[in-house]
């Protein structure tokens, strides 16, 4: 079992930038492809990167791709979502994720899919 703990949320204008971490527990983080989704006010849970468990390969949602970039540290046991070029429609609860996958998916965007949750962030994009 893992337990993931979200930081680096907040309060950003439009334009800017933010970077998320989340730290997780054990010793096992290695095994495990993470992933961020974000959920707005009245909206679904909604996918927005990947990575796999060795950090060879990322996967995003078409609405961050070429802003958004995923990465982990797993020495640390810290996956990272470094945020740039925000935008209002950024604003949500944002969630980090584990998949115990073993066969090194790179395109899982299902929330069912992943097996532990955080108990997610704030970010609000100020227009």
């Known amino acids: 079992q893992v337990q993931l703990v979200e930081s680096g949320g907040g309060l950003v204008q439009a334009g800017g930038s933010l970077r998320l971490s989340c730290a997780a527990s054990?010793?096992?983080?290695?095994?495990?492809?993470m992933g961020w989704f974000r959920q707005a006010p009245g909206k679904e849970r909604e996918f927005v990167a990947r990575i796999t468990r060795s950090g060879g390969s990322t996967y995003y949602a078409d609405s961050v791709k070429g802003r958004f970039t995923i990465s982990r540290d797993n020495a640390k046991n810290t996956v990272y979502l470094q945020m740039n070029s925000l935008k209002p429609e950024d604003t949500a609860v944002y969630y980090c994720?584990?998949?115990?996958?073993?066969?090194?998916?790179?395109?899982?965007?299902?929330?069912?899919?992943?097996?532990?949750w955080g108990q997610g962030t704030q970010v609000t994009v100020s227009s």
């Open positions: 054990g010793r096992t983080f290695s095994s495990y492809a």
């Open positions: 994720a584990a998949d115990q996958d073993s066969i090194g998916r790179v395109v899982v965007v299902e929330t069912r899919r992943y097996d532990y």
